[in-house]
């Protein structure tokens, strides 16, 4: 099984990215099941990809980049043997470190993608207040999506792109919006080809 990591802050866009890109994998035939670890929206998260006929597995109370290793591990395992999907979307809590999870899943997988969700809104007092950790947590992604760009200034997306490309090195930085679908294409070339 193929898996994806979406990582990035609470209120980032993770669960709306997850639903958009699960069902163009199920679109094109796969698949598809999510495990979800986000702490402020279980609940809801659950039920909503359950609703849509997706497999979901939550492991609430602790985070899967730490305390909840040992709990990944034997979901991992059971998804896999049990459900057996084309594609696994991990939803960790806006805390966690997604190349911690990275190196978890890794032997349970055929490929492991991380992606990078960051929030236009929330970027410049990050970048300031969080850098260390809002860059530590983006730096492990194969790709890093900037979301929200329908609320950002003019040019400011791109400034903020430019920005981070500096800070990660080698990552490619996209600016989108799951509000408006600008972007979207560079998406599904990432998450649903
Ligand atoms: N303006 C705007 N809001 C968005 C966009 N994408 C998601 N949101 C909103 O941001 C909030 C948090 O999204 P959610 O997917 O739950 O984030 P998560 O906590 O990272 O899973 C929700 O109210 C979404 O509707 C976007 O592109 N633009
Ligand atoms: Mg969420």
Do not use: W
């Amino acid at each position: 099984m193929e898996v994806y990591i979406i990582g990035g802050f609470l209120g980032s866009g993770k669960t709306t990215l997850i639903m958009d890109v699960a069902t163009a994998n199920m679109d094109k035939g796969l698949k598809v099941a999510i495990l979800v670890n986000d702490v402020g929206s279980i609940g809801v998260d659950g039920a909503t990809f359950e609703s849509k006929g997706l497999s979901a597995t939550v492991l609430p109370n602790g985070c899967i980049c730490c305390s909840l290793v040992g709990d990944l591990r034997k979901a991992l395992t059971s998804i896999r043997d049990e459900v057996a999907p084309d594609l696994l979307i991990i939803e960790p809590t806006g805390l966690a470190l997604s190349s911690k999870v990275r190196e978890t899943v890794a032997p349970f997988a055929s490929s492991v993608k991380v992606v990078g969700l960051a929030d236009i809104k929330r970027h410049k007092v990050f970048m300031k207040k969080k850098r260390r950790f809002y860059l530590e947590q983006l730096a492990g992604s194969d790709v890093v999506f900037i979301n929200k760009c329908d609320a950002a200034d003019e040019g400011g997306c791109e400034a903020a792109a430019e920005e981070l490309r500096e800070s990660l090195g080698d990552v490619p930085v996209i600016p989108i919006s799951l509000k408006t679908g600008a972007g979207m294409e560079r998406v599904m070339e990432e998450l649903a080809s």
